[in-house]
């Protein structure tokens, strides 16, 4: 029996729906993709914005804490320097009456040795003498508890003066400490920060990343970030590259910086930027190895006000060129 050809359309709709099935998958596995890709930059985002906002807030406590140290040290000075400005005017008036006091003895002194100078004294005038006399010992007596009073609050004056003196050392010292710290605070908080580190073997000629065996030099980049307390302005980014003999890379014992804790340390590259508040910058430079480069594990750290602000152990080299992040 012949068989007829069929010309109809059974078998196009199954090829059809194979074509549909794959790109329903196809957009699925796309959508889960922007999806995660939404989610983690929310998350991202979410994390940068709770960094901040503690950063924020660790500025307002340290400046309450700054602002109340220097109100009682100050509270503390005023009440010393009170003290001794009493003091001082008693003293003042102390001597006031020693002075006066002084005037009245030598005045009786005087009168006493006119009437004694005469030859002969009638009874009055030898009973004036005799109420001078008594007079002039009881100003005597006077003078003398005053000069003891008087070299006591000289005594007392003395010791409030090395009291001030100790106070106001101290005043000081506190206000260094607390500008000291909170200069400090200001360096972190100001402090850019760095992501996005990557290195690569580079052709240093040609400016193109190569395999790790062609490569004599090495690309490393990252992008700056800052916050609002980050003042524009020049800033000069410390870069410390580690190869993986656990060397600094192009390392030179002159080339070092110093840390906020006042120590100093070594560094690959001073790289300067001009930063501009509220914009991120992208840093690309190539370093030009000294020595063949090798595969393995690098190092890198990068600081700025003296404050690590990233880093990132990067897998470079071998068969395929790039650096991989661990």
């Given at each position: 029996m012949e068989t007829k050809p069929s010309f109809g359309m059974g078998p196009q709709p199954n090829k059809n729906n194979k074509k549909l099935d794959k790109v329903v998958v196809g957009l699925s596995i796309f959508l889960v993709l922007i999806v995660g890709l939404s989610i983690f930059l929310y998350m991202d985002r979410n994390d940068k914005v709770a960094?901040?906002?503690?950063?924020?807030?660790?500025?307002?406590?340290?400046?309450?804490?700054?602002?109340?140290?220097?109100?009682?040290?100050?509270?503390?000075?005023?009440?010393?320097?009170?003290?001794?400005?009493?003091?001082?005017?008693?003293?003042?008036?102390?001597?006031?009456?020693?002075?006066?006091?002084?005037?009245?003895?030598?005045?009786?002194?005087?009168?006493?040795?006119?009437?004694?100078?005469?030859?002969?004294?009638?009874?009055?005038?030898?009973?004036?003498?005799?109420?001078?006399?008594?007079?002039?010992?009881?100003?005597?007596?006077?003078?003398?508890?005053?000069?003891?009073?008087?070299?006591?609050?000289?005594?007392?004056?003395?010791?409030?003066?090395?009291?001030?003196?100790?106070?106001n050392d101290s005043l000081q010292q506190a206000l260094d400490a607390s500008v000291k710290e909170r200069d400090k605070l200001e360096l972190i908080v100001s402090a850019l920060q760095a992501?996005?580190?990557?290195?690569?073997?580079?052709?240093?000629?040609s400016k193109q990343i190569v395999a790790g065996g062609k490569a004599d030099g090495i690309k490393v980049s990252f992008r700056l970030d800052g916050t609002k307390y980050s003042p524009s302005g020049q800033?000069?980014?410390?870069?410390?590259?580690?190869?993986?003999?656990?060397?600094?890379?192009n390392g030179d014992p002159n080339n070092v910086f110093m840390l906020s804790d006042s120590t100093q340390k070594q560094y690959s590259n001073l790289i300067k930027i001009d930063y501009v508040q509220g914009r991120g910058a992208s840093v690309n430079y190539i370093v030009k190895l000294k020595n063949p480069f090798v595969a393995g594990k690098y190092n890198i750290e990068v600081y700025n006000n003296g404050i690590k602000i990233g880093g990132a152990n990067i897998v470079a080299g071998g068969a395929t060129s790039g650096g991989r992040r661990r």
């Open positions: 960094v901040i906002e503690q950063r924020d807030q660790t500025i307002i406590t340290n400046q309450q804490e700054f602002d109340s140290t220097k109100n009682a040290l100050q509270m503390e000075l005023t009440q010393a320097v009170n003290k001794l400005d009493s003091l001082q005017n008693k003293n003042k008036d102390l001597q006031a009456d020693l002075s006066y006091t002084n005037r009245k003895l030598n005045a009786s002194k005087i009168y006493i040795e006119k009437l004694l100078s005469k030859d002969k004294l009638n009874q009055k005038e030898l009973m004036t003498a005799k109420f001078a006399v008594e007079e002039m010992t009881k100003n005597v007596t006077i003078l003398n508890a005053q000069i003891a009073k008087l070299k006591q609050d000289d005594s007392n004056l003395t010791v409030i003066n090395q009291q001030l003196l100790q106070t992501s996005g580190i990557k290195i690569d073997p580079v052709d240093v000629a800033r000069f980014i410390y870069v410390i590259l580690t190869g993986p003999d656990n060397k600094i890379i």
